[in-house]
């Protein structure tokens, strides 16, 4: 009973602002659209049957193609800076995950809108290129897939890289030592000893980074819409 009673306000909270607007939104799902907006509330499964169609499938696909790349371009960045931090002495840990954090201090929108004026063809990446004599004519970076997943990568590695350095940081410096004391080299160690230990926090990285990317759709609608194309994610 002290346990039902201690998650009550967890679980009531869940249900109310979780369950329920879901719940409210499949039973919208089987009435038809207004003509004028708003809900007709005749009975339908049309709205499902488009949902299966050559045209939704393929904007699902490209989605989760989309959302997958970010994944796992902001696990191969997050994984050495997770690292890395948590090789650093204690008192220094703390304010890098500050610095770590400090792209959350200001909107969404504004880090979003930053990426255009980097990428565009007269921004500061395409003209430094071609200062340098990199580059003749401007790279296209911006309107394009390319584009998208910099800015899911750049706006989702933070989390992480929160959540593998939960992880990495819990592992004792005597578990190396014993890998190294057996022979094995730095590779093996990480490969058989770190790696390993630190997949649930790959996995809660990789969750978080997949389901948020795969729900946008500022950061696409923001960076590929002056193409006047349609992406999935």
């Not at 990446?125 to 910099?150: C, Q």
């Not at 706006?155 to 890289?161: A, K, S």
């Amino acid at each position: 009973m002290r346990r039902v009673v201690l998650m009550a306000p967890g679980l009531g909270y869940l249900a109310a602002f979780l369950v329920a607007p879901c719940l409210i939104i499949f039973a919208y799902s089987l009435f038809e659209r207004g003509t004028y907006g708003g809900i007709d509330y005749t009975w339908t499964l049309e709205n499902y049957q488009r949902s299966v169609s050559s045209l939704f499938a393929r904007i699902f696909l490209d989605s989760v193609r989309i959302a997958g790349t970010a994944t796992l371009a902001a696990l191969l960045i997050g994984y050495p800076a997770a690292y890395a931090i948590a090789q650093q002495p204690r008192n220094r840990q703390m304010a890098l995950l500050v610095l770590v954090m400090l792209p959350f201090w200001s909107n969404y929108l504004i880090r979003t809108y930053a990426w255009i004026v980097l990428l565009n063809n007269e921004g500061l990446i395409n003209r430094t290129l071609e200062a340098a004599g990199v580059i003749h004519k401007p790279l296209p970076l911006l309107y394009n897939e390319f584009a998208i997943v910099l800015g899911l990568v750049y706006n989702y590695v933070p989390f992480v890289i929160l959540a593998l350095y939960s992880s990495i940081s819990r592992l004792g410096p005597e578990l190396r030592e014993a890998s190294f004391d057996l022979g094995g080299s730095a590779w093996t160690t990480f490969r058989r000893v770190t790696l390993p230990l630190t997949v649930p926090g790959i996995a809660a990285g990789a969750v978080f980074v997949f389901v948020l990317s795969i729900g946008n759709f500022v950061t696409p609608d923001l960076l590929v819409a002056g193409n006047g194309r349609c992406w999935g994610t």
